[in-house]
């Protein structure tokens, strides 16, 4: 499904049409997440704690990340 940035105020939005939010499940006002993943951008419905494990494992990407090249390896 192709979607188009736009301009809202100051800053960009891209617009979801209804069908989208129906397959998602989604309403106004609902939070998404987005997932940077090999294959691209992955929009996914906002869970708390998805997100909190995702910080935990940035963390320690960051963190350990000669530990994780030399596994890697």
Do not use: F
Request: aromatic letters at 2%; a neutral charge.
């Amino acid at each position: 499904m192709k979607l188009k940035i736009t301009a809202i105020g100051n800053s960009a939005g891209v617009i979801l049409p209804k069908e989208l939010l129906a397959r998602l499940r989604l309403e106004k006002g609902d939070e998404l997440l987005a997932l940077e993943t090999p294959d691209g951008i992955k929009l996914t419905v906002y869970d708390p704690e998805l997100a909190a494990q995702m910080e935990v494992a940035e963390r320690v990407m960051r963190e350990d990340r000669a530990v994780l090249r030399k596994l890697a390896q």
